[in-house]
Structure formats: structure tokens, C-alpha cells
């Protein structure tokens, strides 16, 4: 734990000491997230975005599917296996083409109550297969193989006193940090850095949606580069069980 908080904080503090080298970018991030339960072991998991760029709406940025088979250890505790593909619209480094990459993730994800205020962490291994491009305007045959591991913190804090139950607000604060393993990254180890602040409305104990903003830093390939994003965060979540009254504990 102490090696992953340590990890958010050097990409925190790279985001600082290199603000003013970055392109700056606006978007809307919008997203539905599922997990739906089967049975005390098992469920699966569905989360689907599409994300515009160009100030907040002009052009599409990236259309993702993922989807995962969910082993739960306890309610608070579960692991997932799963296959992402990802579309990358027209941008920088193919201009003319779009770019799809498909990716394999493993996560162990985990909860954590103090009192009416939550926790939610997961840390996420991804291996990445990003279709190579040639001459920044057609596909190349063949694709680039990168590994990155990211870890997720989100805190979520009650505005009601009854605490987080139907009709009512809670404050989220949510920090993601990406790290690069893949040898093929020489200049850029440190991958992105992403911080939410906003508020979730919760329509009943397994729906909420999140709106809020979010800035993205990330480090481009070249190492001395880099984006600032600026977002708008739009997330649905819904959370789901089917399992029989009398099979729960």
C-alpha cells in the first residue's frame, strides 16, 4: 500500500514541476459503469465511455468497451479478469485514422467504511495492443505490446446525516495514478495522472451518478511533452445482485 500511495504522489508532483510545458485540452468524459452479482463468488463487471476533445464537444477522443469476469473473496474484496477495446479517434501521431488497441486487465479491487465515509481502491495491470500507424495516416500490420499497472482511490463523503442512501449527495474525491512498465517506454515511465473533484447523486443504494471535473496530466511519448487536460466527468454507476435472499451473508 505504502509503495502504490507513494507512487501517486510522484505523479502528482511531476504534474507540478512541469505544468507549464503542457498542451492544454478540454473534454467531456462520460461513462456507465455495471457490476452485477451472481452469486456469493462470482459476477461481471461492464464499463463503456466515449470522451469528446476540442473545446469540451467539437471532435470524439476515445469510444472504450471493457468487460470482466468478477471473483468476489467477501463483499469488500474481489478480483477481476477481463478483455478492453479501445478506439482511438483521429489525434497526434495519427492524424487521419483512427487507432483501435485491445487490452487484457487483471484488478483486485477493495472497499473500506469509516463510520459513514467510504473508501473504494483498486489496482489495475493492463496489457496493451495498440495497432502500429504508418505515415501518421493508414494502419500498419501488426501492434505495439506495452504493460501499466494504475491504482484508484476514490473517498466519498455523505452531505446528508443519514449518509449514503436514496435521494441524497455525497462529496467524491478520486485520484488515479498510471504507471508505464513496458521497456518500449524509455521516456515516459510515468504514464498520467488523473484528479476528480464533484459531487454523486444517489438514486437509490446501487445507482449514482457522478458529475464533476477532472485534470488529466499525462506525459507523451517524446518525455518532454506533455497534456493538461481540463474535463468535465460525467459516470453512471449502477450495481447490481442477483443473488437469493437466503444465499447472502
Same mark, same amino acid.
Given at each position: 500500500?505504502?509503495?502504490? +500511495? #507513494?507512487?501517486?504522489?510522484?505523479?502528482?508532483?511531476?504534474?507540478?514541476?512541469?505544468?507549464?510545458?503542457?498542451?492544454?485540452?478540454?473534454?467531456?468524459?462520460?461513462? $456507465?459503469?455495471?457490476?452485477?452479482?451472481?452469486?456469493?463468488?462470482?459476477?461481471?463487471?461492464?464499463?463503456?465511455?466515449?470522451?469528446?476533445?476540442? /473545446?469540451?464537444?467539437?471532435?470524439?477522443? *476515445?469510444?472504450?468497451?471493457?468487460?470482466?469476469?468478477?471473483?468476489? $473473496?467477501?463483499?469488500?474484496?474481489?478480483?477481476?479478469?477481463?478483455?478492453?477495446?479501445?478506439?482511438?479517434?483521429?489525434?497526434?501521431?495519427?492524424? /487521419?485514422?483512427?487507432?483501435?488497441?485491445?487490452?487484457?486487465? /487483471?484488478?483486485?479491487?477493495? /472497499?473500506? @467504511?469509516?463510520?459513514?465515509?467510504?473508501?473504494?481502491?483498486?489496482? @489495475? +495491470?493492463?496489457?496493451?495492443?495498440?495497432? *502500429?500507424?504508418?505515415?501518421?495516416?493508414?494502419?500498419?500490420?501488426?501492434?505495439?505490446?506495452?504493460? @501499466?499497472?494504475?491504482?484508484?482511490?476514490? #473517498?466519498?463523503?455523505?452531505?446528508?446525516?443519514?449518509?449514503?442512501?436514496?435521494?441524497? +449527495?455525497?462529496?467524491?474525491?478520486?485520484?488515479?495514478?498510471?504507471?508505464?512498465?513496458?521497456?518500449?517506454?524509455?521516456?515516459?515511465?510515468?504514464?498520467?495522472? @488523473? #484528479?476528480?473533484?464533484? #459531487?454523486?447523486?444517489?438514486?437509490?443504494?446501487?445507482?449514482?451518478?457522478?458529475?464533476?471535473?477532472?485534470?488529466?496530466?499525462?506525459?507523451?511519448?517524446?518525455?518532454?511533452?506533455?497534456?493538461?487536460?481540463?474535463?468535465?466527468?460525467?459516470?453512471? $454507476?449502477?450495481?447490481?445482485?442477483?443473488?437469493?435472499?437466503?444465499?447472502?451473508?
Amino acid at each position: 500500500m505504502k509503495q502504490l +500511495l #507513494l507512487m501517486c504522489l510522484i505523479s502528482t508532483s511531476l504534474f507540478a514541476q512541469n505544468a507549464r510545458q503542457a498542451t492544454d485540452e478540454s473534454q467531456v468524459w462520460m461513462g $456507465f459503469f455495471n457490476q452485477t452479482r451472481f452469486s456469493n463468488k462470482w459476477g461481471v463487471w461492464g464499463d463503456f465511455h466515449f470522451r469528446t476533445t476540442e /473545446h469540451f464537444v467539437k471532435e470524439p477522443s *476515445k469510444g472504450i468497451i471493457r468487460l470482466g469476469l468478477m471473483y468476489y $473473496f467477501n463483499d469488500d474484496l474481489k478480483f477481476t479478469n477481463g478483455y478492453a477495446f479501445i478506439n482511438h479517434f483521429p489525434e497526434e501521431g495519427h492524424a /487521419h485514422v483512427s487507432q483501435p488497441e485491445h487490452r487484457i486487465w /487483471h484488478q483486485l479491487q477493495w /472497499h473500506t @467504511r469509516y463510520g459513514k465515509i467510504r473508501t473504494m481502491q483498486w489496482v @489495475r +495491470l493492463e496489457e496493451r495492443f495498440r495497432r *502500429k500507424i504508418k505515415n501518421d495516416n493508414e494502419l500498419a500490420e501488426g501492434y505495439r505490446f506495452d504493460e @501499466r499497472i494504475r491504482y484508484n482511490f476514490m #473517498l466519498t463523503i455523505p452531505l446528508s446525516k443519514k449518509g449514503i442512501v436514496a435521494k441524497t +449527495l455525497s462529496a467524491q474525491l478520486n485520484n488515479e495514478a498510471m504507471i508505464n512498465l513496458s521497456k518500449n517506454n524509455v521516456y515516459n515511465v510515468f504514464d498520467q495522472n @488523473r #484528479l476528480f473533484l464533484g #459531487l454523486a447523486y444517489n438514486f437509490n443504494s446501487h445507482t449514482n451518478l457522478q458529475v464533476g471535473y477532472m485534470n488529466v496530466y499525462q506525459q507523451l511519448a517524446a518525455g518532454n511533452r506533455f497534456k493538461n487536460i481540463n474535463a468535465i466527468r460525467l459516470f453512471f $454507476f449502477q450495481n447490481l445482485d442477483f443473488r437469493k435472499q437466503g444465499v447472502k451473508h
